[in-house]
């Protein structure tokens, strides 16, 4: 289904969804460009870069409670099931790096054992892509991960910005339903507007990006270069602050803890927040020993994670070149460069 | 198996074993579960045990598969989770979630001689595969089993290993001498040095500290043994027991779903990331 939105309906068209759901946009927040709850009349801008964080939040939070426990002295613990019942949500402004990593996630969560908080969450969360009409950032590198500026998978709508209007393409059932739901305020998109959306398309893929020169060769230079003392030397400056998995949209990386709010009766909540394979005590056992000691084989865990062992499992780069982990590392690691670097570097 | 794959059964410990004293002691719980909502597992495989308000650990399942009154696991106090379950006495309620991981491919080796090699708390991994064989001694050529600790204190299952005699050659060892200890003194591998076994028809099988793993497996080769005749079962630390947590992976491997068990010619081409 393809539809055109005039610019200036946008706001209307928010509205409309926020009659039946949580609508969020990208707005500039605290110095940040943010995913930021629409108020009923909030207006809707889609003139942003990227956002600092993913999209991947409003499917798997940084903190979710997966149950409460409580058990009286004596007595037999007892347990309650807390999964999801937020409202729906729509997301606008998702780059099509954030959407195609959903797609990565969805592999991680659903395959093997579901996840059914992760499942719960992505029924109700719909996400409206814009596609990249100039790269955000200047540390995007989606072509070389197999995307490109006007991706579709992952996400349930694309919207690409012409001359005045946008040309909507639904791309799921969910897709549907929020354009049906508010469907006056679109006209049936003519093929002049298909072929300008096409031409938009074009121009951005044919934009400069930051390039991994032979990303098949990759894995197998991973591969090759696991021992490679090399991997030191990448990490010197790493102060392993983990931002680069923080703010990756695939990373998914998880940590499971007791929170207590009573100790006697006991009362408290089984709790799961995003954790960080750039922390040494991420793989420490309760022994001390530590299968990844350095700094070095922290950093080659979240290299190969992304652009091997992902490949092996699932047959595609894990990364969808959003340069998230480039642009906001303090020390200035870059998967680019690494990936580069190893694919070039004959192996030990 | 609950639906949600990360809400456990509740199940009541019905008994304890004190195995070892000490700092890091170990004792062994006999768990059951309510009627009906038990779990069947295979040897080698493993679960999450809760104890609610400290967190979860994940432990091997020592009993066999064929004892379906309860689940048997055999716990060293190391951290804060197994340290509260040490606390722990009978009648008490854990939370139980799995089974997860693979198995040791047991009805492959009929037939063949085994040879069990275990080390400290490394020998309840390995226990449901001994207890399983000698269950059905007729199905196996000759059964070995190796077993060794610091001190004879620190010998885990004493009694059931001096059962196993008649049924299975058992061949104990401490670090060093004892007055009256019987059996040899030094190492385990040293111990399997000791006593040569034959490739011929033979599996191997073994688990303990890191370090003994390395020596015992180098010995067997030593031996004769194929890189396909040596298994052995590997741990690192885990959250979820479900290849989604991202931590227990060693290459492209997550050891809680694609393991723990790995034969040496799986083994020996992955990444030592355990």
Redesign the interface.
Same mark, same amino acid.
């Given at each position: 289904m393809e539809v055109i939105l005039k610019k200036d309906r946008l706001g209307e068209w928010a509205a409309k969804l926020g009659e039946g759901a949580d609508v969020f946009a990208p707005a500039f927040v605290e110095d940040c460009w943010a995913f930021t709850k629409v108020e009923p009349g909030g207006e809707v801008a889609l003139d942003h870069g990227n956002t600092v964080r993913p999209a991947k939040g409003f499917v798997f939070p940084q903190r979710e409670v997966?149950?409460r426990?409580s058990?009286d002295s004596g007595g037999?613990?007892r347990?309650t099931?807390t999964?999801p019942d937020d409202p729906r949500a729509v997301v606008f402004g998702v780059r099509p790096c954030d959407g195609r990593a959903m797609v990565r996630n969805d592999k991680?969560?659903t395959c093997? =054992?579901?996840?059914?908080?992760y499942q719960a969450r992505r029924e109700r969360v719909a996400y409206v892509g814009l596609a990249c009409a100039e790269p955000p950032s200047p540390n995007c590198f989606c072509l070389s991960v197999g995307g490109s500026p006007d991706a579709e998978d992952g996400l349930d709508v694309l919207m690409t910005e012409l001359d005045g209007r946008y040309y909507v393409k639904a791309l799921t059932a969910k897709g549907k339903d929020i354009v049906v739901a508010a469907s006056s305020l679109f006209s049936e998109a003519q093929p002049a507007d298909r072929s300008e959306a096409e031409s938009v398309h074009a121009a951005a893929r044919s934009h400069p990006q930051r390039s991994i020169a032979a990303m098949d060769k990759v894995a197998e230079g991973l591969k090759r270069n696991?021992d490679s003392p090399e991997w030191d030397a990448l990490a010197r400056a790493c102060i392993g602050c983990g931002a680069c998995t923080y703010l990756c949209p695939s990373c998914?990386? =998880?940590?499971?803890?007791?929170e207590?709010t009573s100790?006697s009766p006991?009362a408290?909540e089984?709790v799961?927040t995003w954790?960080n394979?750039q922390f040494p005590e991420?793989?420490?056992?309760?022994?001390g020993?530590n299968?990844?000691e350095t700094t070095g084989?922290r950093l080659r865990?979240r290299i190969?994670?992304k652009l091997?062992?992902f490949v092996?499992?699932h047959n595609i780069q894990q990364c969808t070149g959003c340069g998230r982990c480039i642009t906001h590392c303090p020390v200035g690691i870059d998967i680019v460069r690494i990936a580069n670097v190893m694919e070039e570097a004959a192996g030990q | 198996m609950s639906k949600n794959i990360y809400l456990p059964k509740l199940a009541r410990i019905a008994g304890i074993k004190d195995e070892v004293p000490g700092a890091r002691g170990i004792k062994t719980f006999f768990v059951e579960f309510p009627d009906g909502d038990g779990f069947e597992h295979e040897c080698g495989q493993c679960a999450m045990i809760s104890v609610f308000g400290k967190g979860e650990s994940m432990i091997s399942i020592a009993s066999a598969p064929a004892v379906k009154e309860y689940k048997q696991f055999s716990i060293m106090r190391t951290g804060r989770v197994t340290t509260a379950i040490h606390d722990m006495k009978p009648g008490d309620i854990v939370g139980v979630r799995g089974p997860y991981g693979n198995k040791f491919p047991l009805e492959n080796w009929k037939g063949r001689n085994l040879v069990f090699i275990g080390g400290g708390v490394g020998l309840a991994p390995i226990w449901p595969v001994i207890q399983t064989a000698v269950a059905n001694r007729a199905d196996f050529g000759k059964i070995s089993v190796f077993y060794g600790a610091r001190t004879s204190r620190d010998i885990m299952y004493a009694e059931a290993l001096e059962a196993l005699r008649g049924a299975a050659d058992v061949h104990l060892s401490i670090d060093a001498p004892e007055e009256g200890w019987q059996g040899f003194c030094g190492f385990v591998p040293a111990n399997l040095l000791d006593k040569p076994q034959s490739p011929d028809n033979a599996v191997a099988v073994t688990c303990g500290p890191p370090i003994m793993i390395k020596f015992v497996i180098k010995n067997l080769i030593g031996m004769g043994f194929a890189d396909e005749q040596i298994y052995t079962t590997i741990e690192n630390k885990m959250k979820c027991g479900v290849g989604k947590c991202g931590r227990c992976n060693a290459g492209k491997d997550y050891v809680c779903v694609n393991g723990p068990v790995y034969s040496w010619a799986q083994l020996k081409d992955m990444p030592q990331e355990y």
């Amino acid at each position: 289904m393809e539809v055109i939105l005039k610019k200036d309906r946008l706001g209307e068209w928010a509205a409309k969804l926020g009659e039946g759901a949580d609508v969020f946009a990208p707005a500039f927040v605290e110095d940040c460009w943010a995913f930021t709850k629409v108020e009923p009349g909030g207006e809707v801008a889609l003139d942003h870069g990227n956002t600092v964080r993913p999209a991947k939040g409003f499917v798997f939070p940084q903190r979710e409670v997966l149950y409460r426990f409580s058990q009286d002295s004596g007595g037999a613990p007892r347990l309650t099931e807390t999964l999801p019942d937020d409202p729906r949500a729509v997301v606008f402004g998702v780059r099509p790096c954030d959407g195609r990593a959903m797609v990565r996630n969805d592999k991680v969560f659903t395959c093997g =054992f579901a996840d059914p908080y992760y499942q719960a969450r992505r029924e109700r969360v719909a996400y409206v892509g814009l596609a990249c009409a100039e790269p955000p950032s200047p540390n995007c590198f989606c072509l070389s991960v197999g995307g490109s500026p006007d991706a579709e998978d992952g996400l349930d709508v694309l919207m690409t910005e012409l001359d005045g209007r946008y040309y909507v393409k639904a791309l799921t059932a969910k897709g549907k339903d929020i354009v049906v739901a508010a469907s006056s305020l679109f006209s049936e998109a003519q093929p002049a507007d298909r072929s300008e959306a096409e031409s938009v398309h074009a121009a951005a893929r044919s934009h400069p990006q930051r390039s991994i020169a032979a990303m098949d060769k990759v894995a197998e230079g991973l591969k090759r270069n696991f021992d490679s003392p090399e991997w030191d030397a990448l990490a010197r400056a790493c102060i392993g602050c983990g931002a680069c998995t923080y703010l990756c949209p695939s990373c998914h990386c =998880f940590d499971i803890n007791d929170e207590i709010t009573s100790r006697s009766p006991l009362a408290g909540e089984r709790v799961r927040t995003w954790d960080n394979c750039q922390f040494p005590e991420f793989t420490m056992h309760t022994s001390g020993h530590n299968p990844r000691e350095t700094t070095g084989a922290r950093l080659r865990q979240r290299i190969c994670h992304k652009l091997l062992y992902f490949v092996e499992n699932h047959n595609i780069q894990q990364c969808t070149g959003c340069g998230r982990c480039i642009t906001h590392c303090p020390v200035g690691i870059d998967i680019v460069r690494i990936a580069n670097v190893m694919e070039e570097a004959a192996g030990q | 198996m609950s639906k949600n794959i990360y809400l456990p059964k509740l199940a009541r410990i019905a008994g304890i074993k004190d195995e070892v004293p000490g700092a890091r002691g170990i004792k062994t719980f006999f768990v059951e579960f309510p009627d009906g909502d038990g779990f069947e597992h295979e040897c080698g495989q493993c679960a999450m045990i809760s104890v609610f308000g400290k967190g979860e650990s994940m432990i091997s399942i020592a009993s066999a598969p064929a004892v379906k009154e309860y689940k048997q696991f055999s716990i060293m106090r190391t951290g804060r989770v197994t340290t509260a379950i040490h606390d722990m006495k009978p009648g008490d309620i854990v939370g139980v979630r799995g089974p997860y991981g693979n198995k040791f491919p047991l009805e492959n080796w009929k037939g063949r001689n085994l040879v069990f090699i275990g080390g400290g708390v490394g020998l309840a991994p390995i226990w449901p595969v001994i207890q399983t064989a000698v269950a059905n001694r007729a199905d196996f050529g000759k059964i070995s089993v190796f077993y060794g600790a610091r001190t004879s204190r620190d010998i885990m299952y004493a009694e059931a290993l001096e059962a196993l005699r008649g049924a299975a050659d058992v061949h104990l060892s401490i670090d060093a001498p004892e007055e009256g200890w019987q059996g040899f003194c030094g190492f385990v591998p040293a111990n399997l040095l000791d006593k040569p076994q034959s490739p011929d028809n033979a599996v191997a099988v073994t688990c303990g500290p890191p370090i003994m793993i390395k020596f015992v497996i180098k010995n067997l080769i030593g031996m004769g043994f194929a890189d396909e005749q040596i298994y052995t079962t590997i741990e690192n630390k885990m959250k979820c027991g479900v290849g989604k947590c991202g931590r227990c992976n060693a290459g492209k491997d997550y050891v809680c779903v694609n393991g723990p068990v790995y034969s040496w010619a799986q083994l020996k081409d992955m990444p030592q990331e355990y």
